[in-house]
């Protein structure tokens, strides 16, 4: 069975860091374009960052450039995405999704498409 699950959100201060984890099963996340997003209440889905399958080509929306962090570790078939620098406007549900065609830009440029594999998410606030 094809599976990503979050996991690695939680209530942090803020100025501080989270590390959120995306780990497949049923599949080898290597071949895969794979993307972070998030959602707010009552916000449209964003895309903040996604990683190549052939040569890890990171992509970064600007909301989150020079604090966000993407990343894969074929070992552990995982990617991960390290959030430094939090603020209280980062509080969402936070999202990763994979697809074998798709490039980088596309992916985190459509967070509404309907990409090959999505997790159910994690929750990240960011609050004094």
């Known amino acids: 069975q094809v599976q990503l699950v979050e996991s690695g959100g939680g209530l942090v201060q803020p100025g501080g860091s989270l590390r959120l984890s995306c780990a497949a099963s049923?599949?080898?996340?290597?071949?895969?374009?794979i993307g972070w997003f998030r959602q707010a209440p009552g916000k449209e889905r964003e895309g903040l960052s996604c990683?190549?399958?052939?040569?890890?080509?990171?992509y970064y929306a600007d909301s989150v450039k020079g604090r966000f962090t993407i990343s894969r570790d074929i070992a552990k078939n995982t990617v991960y995405l390290q959030m430094n620098s939090l603020k209280p406007e980062d509080t969402a549900v936070y999202y990763c999704?994979?697809?074998?065609?798709?490039?980088?830009?596309?992916?985190?440029?459509?967070?509404?498409?309907?990409?090959?594999?999505w997790g159910q998410g994690t929750q990240v606030t960011v609050s004094s």
């Open positions: 999704a994979a697809d074998p065609l798709t490039t980088i830009e596309t992916m985190c440029r459509m967070p509404g498409y309907p990409f090959d594999s």
């Open positions: 049923g599949f080898t996340l290597d071949y895969y374009t």
């Open positions: 990683i190549s399958s052939s040569d890890d080509i990171t």
